[in-house]
């Protein structure tokens, strides 16, 4: 009997730590909403844009494997807040560019890094046999959790995680655009 309970013990921790890791996501996500008025995606979003010199929605859309229904929609919340622009390119005027504002780069100056940005600086800290530990450990708490279909960008945010089989639906709720 002590074996069970012992099992049952450590599946409560694991339960605990996986809560945990989505609360955490979950505050960032709403300070970064108070703190800057944008949601996780509006700021990966925007700082994709201003790292990039010439910039289009589908190009914007690959870059952070999110769906072009998704960016876009970010893109219309990011312009009505003055952070970005929209112009048509000189050498084809089919293509609509997108750069950033001078409010757009304050803002990128002053808010906090992305959650990911610390976990990636931490986790390349890490040795390559931990590392892989980790991957295996994860993947088969998705395996578990039946949650291997679900497609999922490497960005940490919250909110619903597009399904493989249905890749076009958008990936976040209107209210984290």
Do not use: Y
């Not at 929209?86 to 750069?99: C, G």
């Not at 100056?109 to 990636?120: D, G, K, V």
């Not at 919250?158 to 209107?174: D, M, R, V, Y």
């Amino acid at each position: 009997m002590t074996n069970n309970s012992q099992t049952t013990s450590v599946c409560d921790h694991v339960l605990i730590a996986i809560r945990r890791i989505i609360q955490s996501i979950d505050l960032h996500s709403k300070s970064l909403v108070k703190q800057f008025g944008l949601t996780g995606p509006q700021l990966i979003i925007l700082k994709e844009i201003s790292q990039s010199s010439e910039i289009t929605a589908s190009d914007l859309s690959r870059a952070i494997s999110l769906s072009q229904a998704t960016v876009t929609g970010i893109i219309d919340r990011l312009e009505k807040k003055g952070l970005i622009s929209r112009r048509q390119s000189a050498r084809d005027r089919r293509r609509t560019l997108i750069e950033t504002t001078s409010s757009g780069d304050f803002l990128l100056e002053t808010a906090p890094p992305l959650m990911q940005e610390s976990f990636i600086q931490q986790f390349s800290e890490m040795q390559s046999w931990e590392q892989h530990m980790i991957l295996s450990s994860l993947n088969r708490l998705v395996d578990m959790m039946g949650a291997k279909q679900i497609l999922a960008a490497p960005m940490l945010t919250t909110g619903p995680i597009e399904p493989a089989q249905s890749s076009t639906h958008n990936s976040f709720t209107k209210s984290q655009r």
